[in-house]
Nanobody, 114 residues
C-alpha cells in the first residue's frame, strides 16, 4: 500500500514558523478527511489538526490560533502552516488519511529550540 509522503520539518527557533506538506498518491483524495498528528518522546500520539472533505477544520486548544491546515484536492495534498512555534511543539509530525485504519506517512521531525 502506497503511504503518504511528508516534507517540511526541521529546526526552528521559538516564535518561528514552518510549513509541512503531505502528498497522498494513488487513491481518490477528495472524499477523505485528512489530519496531522504528532508524537513527542515518551508521549502518546495526539491530534494537531483535521480537515474534512468539505473543508471544515478542527484544532485542539493547544494549537488553535497558531496552526492552519489546508488541502488541495487537485494536487492530492494537505498542508500544515505552523506559526509562533513553541518548544512544546517539538515532535514527530504524521500525516493521516481516513482515520486510524487509514494511511499514514513516515513522519517528519519538528524541533523548536533556541
Amino acid at each position: 500500500q502506497v503511504q503518504l509522503v511528508e516534507s517540511g520539518g526541521g529546526l526552528v527557533q521559538p516564535g518561528g514558523s514552518l510549513r509541512l506538506s503531505c502528498l497522498a498518491p494513488g487513491r481518490v483524495f477528495y472524499i477523505y478527511a485528512m489530519a496531522w498528528y504528532r508524537q513527542a518522546p515518551g508521549k502518546q500520539r495526539e491530534l494537531v489538526a483535521r480537515i474534512d472533505p468539505g473543508g471544515t477544520t478542527t484544532y485542539p486548544d493547544y494549537v488553535k490560533g497558531r496552526f492552519t491546515i489546508s488541502r488541495d484536492n487537485d494536487k492530492k495534498g494537505v498542508y500544515l502552516q505552523m506559526n509562533n512555534l513553541k518548544p512544546e511543539d517539538t515532535a514527530v509530525y504524521y500525516c493521516n488519511q481516513g482515520g486510524d485504519k487509514g494511511r499514514w506517512g513516515q513522519g517528519t521531525q519538528v524541533t523548536v529550540s533556541s
